[in-house]
């Protein structure tokens, strides 16, 4: 069975700039990895891991991708999935995005699928997309913040750049001056992760850019991004992109 859906699994080299832009459909993204900033209709936004956003049709729109690059799920729902959400008040126009979890590990099974080629394939492909969008839609109704604060960003800033060490909560909340437990809610309330499951995904984050650009044993990689062994990464890794990471490897 044959849907016709078409989803691609981007790579963006780190400090690429993608100069200002118009697409003839409209698209959605999931941010796998990495982070960019997007100017559009004059506004400026930062997205990163786990951000699942639209970007409409004819609207013109410039990216620059960040230190780590990026990695991005794209593909263009049906006309019918539009008029849908179109008809439940969701306006796509205005660009909207959110952060989630969940929308991490659909895409991991969508990156499972590609890889993929049998009967089912396709079938299975456009019912995960699917799947995302009404994620996406659920999100969007419930009123989910989509301005991050500015001592939010600051944390999770820290902790991108601080991936290899053990962060207390306590250590954080005082690094941006804010109450450990504020700290926890709010970090969970806009990232969509606890801070300890966002430490890892970033560690992950980074085994995964080793692994594509060199041959550095599993063992090293592992030390070198904070896990205690490679079994600690083997686990984290499956988790985060449904295989291995000697299967990921040789993707690559």
Not at 3 to 32: K, M, P, R, W
Request: include cysteine; proline fraction near 4%; aromatic fraction near 8%.
């Amino acid at each position: 069975m044959h849907t016709g859906l078409n989803i691609h699994l981007s790579h963006y080299q780190a400090g690429a700039c993608l100069q200002e832009h118009v697409h003839d459909e409209t698209l959605f993204c999931l941010v796998i990895g990495g982070s960019y900033q997007e100017t559009i209709r004059s506004r400026v936004s930062e997205h990163g891991q786990g951000d699942f956003l639209v970007c409409p049709d004819a609207t013109p729109h410039a990216q620059q991708i960040g230190s780590k690059g990026a990695r991005k799920l794209i593909f263009a729902p049906s006309p019918m999935a539009l008029d849908y959400l179109a008809g439940h008040g969701i306006r796509l126009d205005q660009a909207p995005c959110h952060r989630s979890q969940h929308f991490l590990q659909l895409g991991a099974r969508l990156i499972h699928e590609l890889q993929n080629d049998d009967p089912y394939t396709s079938l299975a492909r456009e019912g995960l997309a699917l799947e995302l969008i009404a994620a996406f839609a659920r999100k969007h109704e419930s009123g989910s913040p989509s301005t991050v604060p500015t001592w939010l960003k600051t944390a999770r800033d820290y902790i991108n750049t601080h991936y290899e060490q053990s962060i207390t909560l306590e250590q954080l909340a005082q690094e941006v001056r804010h109450h450990p437990v504020h700290l926890a809610r709010e970090f969970k309330r806009y990232y969509g992760l606890t801070i300890g499951d966002y430490q890892r995904r970033a560690r992950v984050e980074l085994a995964a850019r080793l692994l594509r650009e060199g041959k550095l044993p599993l063992s090293e990689i592992a030390l070198s991004c904070g896990f205690a062994s490679h079994v600690n990464l083997c686990r984290s890794f499956r988790a985060a992109y449904a295989m291995t990471p000697s299967a990921y490897r040789l993707q690559f």
